[in-house]
């Protein structure tokens, strides 16, 4: 199928994001149906809605990834990006927002709002995206629309509107605006065209957020709702200077790994008018991409294009060098647009091949696997030679692995969680290394003094050469970093990386003919080992921000577990009738909670958590890391 040519001014980009299970992908159906690009609605239970068709998402029944596809309503072409909204594979949505122009938040009818409706928020504000509240499930026998709308302003503000609240949505467009609060002084209204710019305005600015209400299953408010992003949200030229004549320029937002077709990417068009046939340049590896046939998403599925024009989404496959965050241009002219910024993950686990050949195949799937995420990190641990894979959550961990599984047939067993201790220090050392040897031959000698001070936390490593006079020949002074750097990434108390220290070195002495880079490198580790017997060393762990919300009967026993965890509690609220508990707990503490919360609550409760901090491990749980580390250490050594 072959889709036509529109207009920039013509395309609405919009993310249907929020907490898990509150409808997206059943309104993303819903709307596809409603334009015309289904010739039925199609449901999650069924497994074949058109932008959950990772097998992992049909047999889950939940999104994992964004899925996109487009439609066409009045003329205009609607980019619909369907999000996941589970705790663990939320992170991926945010991935995609800088493709979006406005983000529809869907508010589950019966439950509410949850903690990933506030994550979505979030993520809203950290884009500057514009924002629609959708009600789901309005035909529900539980949804009370009034109730949902009022805990959506009581948690976000007043600001939030029902758009069958005229009245207020006059006033608040009235309030920002001198001439038109003149206007509605005078005639107790605006004409229907004012109330409709100023409307727009104000929902471009962040400054409205309208609430609408739907219901997938039975059709109700969805053609509203198509005809309210036609006419109330940006296009993408309304909303970020694109250049729409000048040269063409994407950026990627998303990348497929598919066993059959190979690498595909997702696109937006963020400079002039993208052709079918062209070359654009990778500016981040000087790769000449050419991009032989251009489509527009649909699910899994693309629909053929000639060109896109400015602020388009596109899809292209068999780019050999892009990957997602990658900017491409026209040779003319060098663009470059922002990746999203994402945080190291900080829970891994180790990855066991079942037999031989799963593990020769392990490494080739994997990377493949981690083009379309990342947020994963995949290496071999130097201390135990696992292959470890770090990610947000046990869940994202199980899911990669299942798709290992599924699409390269690769067998591999998820191990205990390891967490990713550090290492710094609390006091200072000034000390010396000497390397020297002497006897016989061509000889060795190196020598330095360093002070070493610790950095406040997150700070990693300095280095500073205060030496003068030659005392450590310039040429010799970065082997000595070096040194102290490799020593360094071994630790000292258990192995983990030290890290948050600075080191200064002051003095040295050298010999004409025996020193040599080798002999500082040594000098460097000297001293590092000599510094670390007197700095304190101490273990940091990763702590987690910790969001639960609960039905408020089970807020105390969460909140005597979240201190057994030791865990502190950081904030509490009650909204419509359910509690929120922030909190800061070790992760080392928050591997089962999934399953404990679900088995404290009955399930009705759901948790998000993100790293937050490094902070030190408590002295006793200090020495059962050391212990552990130690004894590892043995059993390699035997
Ligand atoms: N009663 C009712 N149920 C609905 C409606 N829309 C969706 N559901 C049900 O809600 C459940 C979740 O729907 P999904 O569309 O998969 O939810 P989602 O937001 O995409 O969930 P994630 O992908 O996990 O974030 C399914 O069982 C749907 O059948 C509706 O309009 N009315
Ligand atoms: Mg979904």
């Known amino acids: ?129 514009p924002v629609v509240f959708v009600v789901s499930k309005l035909e529900h026998e539980r949804t009370s629309f009034t109730n949902v709308v009022s805990a959506i302003r009581e948690r976000f503000g007043r600001r939030c509107c029902s758009v069958e609240s005229r009245d207020e949505l006059v006033e608040m467009i009235a309030e920002d605006d001198d001439d038109l609060m003149q206007e509605f002084f005078e005639q107790g209204s605006l004409s229907a065209e004012h109330l409709s710019k100023g409307l727009k305005k104000e929902v471009l600015n962040r400054k409205v957020f309208p ?55 997702y696109f937006k068009v963020m400079s002039g008018t993208l ?19 251009l489509s527009t998403p649909f699910g899994k599925q693309v629909h053929e294009v000639s060109e896109l024009s400015t602020g388009d989404i596109g899809v292209v496959h068999k780019l050999k060098e892009t990957l997602t965050g990658d900017s491409l241009s026209d040779k003319s002219k060098e663009q470059h647009w922002p990746a999203v910024h994402v945080a190291e993950p900080a ?49 994202h ?35 010396q290394g000497r390397h020297k040897k002497q006897s016989g031959g061509h000889g060795q000698f190196g020598d330095c003094k360093v002070k070493v001070e610790p950095l406040a936390r997150g700070e990693q490593f300095s280095f500073v050469n205060a030496t003068f006079g030659g005392s450590v020949p310039k ?34 002495s050298y010999h004409d003919v025996d020193s040599n880079e080798m002999s500082f490198k040594m000098a460097g580790r000297k001293a590092f080992k000599a510094a670390m017997a007197v700095a304190k060393p101490a273990l940091l762990e990763p702590v987690m921000k910790v969001e ?33 508990i922030r909190a800061l707990v070790p992760m080392a503490q928050m591997l089962s909670y999934q399953n404990d919360l ?3 609550t009955q399930g009705r409760a759901s948790f998000a958590m993100e790293f937050d901090h490094y902070d030190y491990v408590p002295p006793i749980e200090a020495e059962k890391i050391i212990a552990a580390a130690q004894h590892m250490q043995m059993s390699d050594d035997e």
């Open 211 to 265: 609430i609408l209400g739907v219901s997938a299953h039975k059709d109700q408010g969805i053609r509203d709702l198509l005809n309210f992003i036609c006419e109330v949200l940006p296009a993408p030229v309304d909303r970020m200077k694109l250049e729409t004549k000048g040269s063409p320029g994407i950026f990627v937002f998303k990348t497929l790994a598919d066993a059959f077709a190979g690498r595909v990417s």
């Open 1 to 129: 199928m072959t889709m036509r040519l529109y207009t920039s001014s013509d395309i609405r980009n919009v993310a249907l994001a929020g907490h898990a299970h509150s409808g997206k992908t059943t309104l993303a159906s819903a709307m596809l149906f409603a334009g015309g690009a289904t010739s039925r609605l199609l449901r999650t239970e069924e497994g074949i809605t058109t932008t959950d068709f990772d097998e992992e998402e049909v047999s889950r029944q939940h999104s994992i990834s964004t899925g996109i596809a487009a439609l066409e309503f009045s003329k205009k072409k609607i980019n619909l990006f369907d999000c996941p909204g589970l705790n663990t594979f939320i992170h991926d949505a945010r991935l995609c927002l800088p493709a979006v122009d406005a983000m529809l938040l869907v508010v589950d009818g019966p439950a509410g709002v949850q903690v990933q409706t506030e994550k979505a928020w979030d993520y809203a504000a950290e884009f500057n995206l």
């Open 598 to 600: 679900t088995a404290m």
């Open 347 to 395: 829970i891994a686990f180790a990855l066991l091949a079942k037999s031989r050949n799963d593990e020769d195949r392990l490494a080739t799937g994997m990377h493949k696997v981690l083009e379309e995420d990342p947020t994963l990190r995949f290496y071999r641990d130097g201390q135990t030679k696992e292959f470890l894979i770090a990610g947000n959550g046990q869940q």
């Open 548 to 580: 639960v919300q609960t039905p408020v009967e089970y807020a105390g026993d969460l909140l005597g577990d979240i201190n057994a965890r030791r865990g502190r509690v950081a904030g509490m609220e009650v909204n419509a009738g359910s509690q929120m």
């Open 275 to 293: 052709r079918s046939d062209g070359h654009l340049m990778n500016w981040r590896t000087h790769h000449d991409e050419r991009f032989a046939h």
């Open 475 to 508: 040429q010799y002074v970065p082997a000595v970093e070096k040194g102290i750097q490799e020593a360094a990434a071994h630790g000292w108390l258990a192995g983990y990386p030290m890290v948050d220290f600075k080191v200064t070195l002051y003095d040295g």
């Open 397 to 431: 961990v199980e899911a990669i692995v299942a798709r290992l599984h599924k699409r390269y047939h690769v067998d591999v067993e998820v191990r205990a969680p390891k967490i990713a201790y550090r290492e710094t220090i609390r006091g200072s050392a000034d000390v």
